[in-house]
T-cell receptor
Framework: ETGVTQSPTHLIKTRGQQVTLRCSSQSGHNTVSWYQQALGQGPQFIFQYYREEENGRGNFPPRFSGLQFPNYSSELNVNALELDDSALYLC?????????????FGPGTRLTVL | AQSVAQPEDQVNVAEGNPLTVKCTYS??????LFWYVQYPNRGLQFLLK??????LVKGSYGFEAEFNKSQTSFHLKKPSALVSDSALYFC??????????????FGTGTQLKVEL
């Protein structure tokens, strides 16, 4: 059983650019969630995907978007990057959307916006 | 809306002593509660969860947590701390199904420092 993996590990972008972060879910998991963790803060829920559809969204603007693929891997896309988007982005997968199972987190992608 | 409070930014404890990391929550209905640990430059690792049943939940690495509905608390405990337990600990809550998906609301975290 493989764990959750994310790529890239680190990324540096400039303000106004676009970025794509990738996540590979743990084997057997069909639900993926993305979180943003700013420095010194707890993770904040961005959105969740279940069976390739967005299924719940936090308080993030539309320039944060995502995809989930048939193999349950996922992407987070952020357009028009702002300085405040600098954070650790965490992907988490779980087996069933609404059963209360714990989520398994990847190591994260550290995004720096200059 | 659901929320979690971790009132202590940092907890210091000597190795071998018991430790407690505090968490209180607010959520509609019966909560699903979780504790995660984060080591430097790493993602979050699941420690334990409370869904229903016994108020004392046992988890990984010797940690346990006590659910107290009347006080809306879910404090993390360990009888004997190790230096290797030093890390950032997060409490999280989600509303019970159906609805809410897997959206976790996290506290701001408590840095645990265990010293020799």
């Amino acid at each position: 059983e493989t764990g959750v993996t994310q790529s890239p590990t680190h990324l540096i972008k400039t303000r106004g650019q676009q970025v794509t972060l990738r996540c590979s879910s743990q084997s057997g998991h069909n639900t993926v969630s993305w979180y943003q963790q700013a420095l010194g803060q707890g993770p904040q829920f961005i959105f969740q995907y279940y069976r390739e559809e967005e299924n719940g969204r936090g308080n993030f603007p539309p320039r944060f978007s995502g995809l989930q693929f048939p193999n349950y891997s996922s992407e987070l896309n952020v357009n028009a990057l702002e300085l405040d988007d600098s954070a650790l982005y965490l992907c988490a997968s779980s087996s069933i959307r609404d059963r209360g199972d714990e989520q398994f987190f990847g190591p994260g992608t550290r995004l720096t916006v200059l | 809306a659901q929320s979690v409070a971790q009132p202590e930014d940092q907890v210091n404890v000597a190795e071998g002593n018991p430790l407690t990391v505090k968490c209180t929550y607010s959520v509609s209905g019966n909560p699903y509660l979780f504790w995660y640990v984060q080591y430097p430059n790493r993602g979050l690792q699941f420690l334990l969860k409370y869904i229903t049943g016994d108020n004392l939940v046992k988890g990984s690495y010797g940690f346990e947590a006590e659910f107290n509905k009347s006080q809306t608390s879910f404090h993390l405990k360990k009888p004997s701390a190790l230096v290797s337990d030093s890390a950032l600990y997060f409490c999280a809550v989600r509303p019970p199904p159906p609805g809410g998906g897997n959206k976790l609301t996290f506290g701001t975290g408590t840095q645990l420092k265990v010293e020799l």
